[in-house]
């Protein structure tokens, strides 16, 4: 398809010219991996061409948001009104899966405050202090809004990604983290949120302190949560699930490690993916099911890490080129088909 049948399909959608089913045809093909350069300079003309009050739909927006990420936005300051519009379809996570939302719109940040966009590319992670002296430490593919300075009585941050956050304590101000459906208030502990775009959970789990994690359109659903506490929310069915962990597995990412306890392949190729910028492509045969638990050491390589998961895994061979890496079912020998 050449660029400027790309760019004809995407204008009509962000006009609003797609039918209902044909503009879901196209958000899907969006946000898979075909034609991406093409696809990417597309949307990033009609970005410049266009103000966000004109784009008629809200998946539109988080699609056109993605690709200032792709093209490696890292950190810059805001207007409250811009955030309002401009960035509100990056932090509803569930729009992009036609879920329940809650409404940025009904969060008010006050004129005086600026807020400041943080956008960490893949294979990297960024520490943070605001301006209350709480330290937040963000991983790859994670973007994070937050006032430049906290006003009023509950200090607010919008989160897509990974984060954990070393809370500086203040009982009259609570701290308050947004992220898809969900918030989660605290007055100082230390936690970590993984709450990444596509993906059906989101996780929070307690160190230290205590902390309440709830849907933002009803309080009485949710937790509170006590130190090695992890609440899975599924955005699907809208449900909460209570674990006790060793936190110190969840947060351990943070010291540079990687660690799996009991966990799928499909989550452990995924943060794979985002912590050393490659994209996997695997057979249909590969047993994305099958659970995995390891860890891996900072300074690992990606092709030291793919030694290890084949040790750990069954009939399973690799190879990389570039930045892809294939998995293929020893004996199968099929292409890879992701």
Not at 142 to 155: A, C
Not at 234 to 247: C, P, S, T
């Given at each position: 398809m050449n660029k400027t049948k790309i760019y004809q399909i995407i204008r009509r959608l962000t006009d609003g010219m797609l039918p209902e089913s044909r503009r879901r045809i196209v958000v899907r093909w969006l946000r898979g991996q075909e034609h991406v350069a093409e696809t990417d300079e597309a949307m990033f003309?009609?970005?410049?061409?266009?103000?966000?009050?004109?784009?008629?739909?809200?998946?539109?927006?988080?699609?056109?948001?993605?690709v200032k990420r792709r093209i490696g936005l890292s950190e810059r300051r805001i207007g409250w009104k811009q955030m309002l519009w401009k960035y509100a379809a990056i932090i509803l996570l569930p729009l992009i899966t036609g879920l329940t939302v809650w409404q940025v719109m009904n969060f008010r940040v006050l004129e005086s405050s600026d807020m400041i966009e943080c956008y960490v590319p893949l294979g990297e992670q960024k520490k943070i202090i605001l301006s209350d002296g709480t330290e937040v430490m963000l991983n790859s593919?994670?973007?994070?809004?937050?006032?430049?300075?906290?006003?009023?009585?509950?200090?607010?941050v919008f989160l897509s990604g990974e984060a954990y956050f070393e809370v500086e304590h203040?009982?009259?101000?609570?701290?308050?983290?947004?992220?898809?459906?969900?918030?989660?208030?605290?007055?100082?502990t230390t936690f970590n949120v993984?709450?990444?775009p596509g993906e059906d959970e989101i996780t929070t789990t307690l160190k230290t302190g205590r902390?309440?994690?709830?849907?933002?359109?009803?309080?009485?659903?949710?937790?509170?949560?006590?130190?090695?506490?992890?609440?899975?929310?599924?955005?699907?069915?809208?449900?909460?699930?209570?674990?006790?962990?060793?936190?110190?597995?969840f947060t351990s990412w943070t010291e540079g490690e990687t660690r799996f306890v009991d966990r799928p392949l499909s989550e452990v190729l995924k943060t794979l993916e985002r912590r050393y910028d490659v994209t996997f492509r695997y057979d249909k045969s590969i047993n994305l099911n099958e659970m995995y638990t390891m860890k891996f050491k900072p300074n690992e390589t990606i092709e030291e890490v793919m030694r290890i998961l084949m040790l750990a895994g069954s009939n399973m061979e690799y190879s990389i080129d570039g930045n892809v890496v294939f998995l293929r079912s020893t004996g199968k020998g099929g292409a890879a088909d992701r």
């Open positions: 003309r009609i970005w410049n061409e266009i103000d966000g009050d004109q784009v008629s739909d809200e998946e539109t927006k988080v699609a056109l948001q993605a593919g994670t973007l994070f809004i937050y006032p430049e300075k906290f006003y009023g009585e509950n200090r607010k203040d009982k009259e101000n609570p701290f308050v983290v947004r992220t898809g459906p969900l918030a989660i208030r605290v007055l100082g993984k709450a990444y902390v309440k994690v709830y849907r933002t359109d009803d309080e009485t659903k949710g937790l509170t949560m006590n130190p090695d506490d992890r609440v899975v929310y599924h955005n699907k069915d809208d449900r909460f699930e209570l674990f006790r962990v060793e936190a110190e597995v």
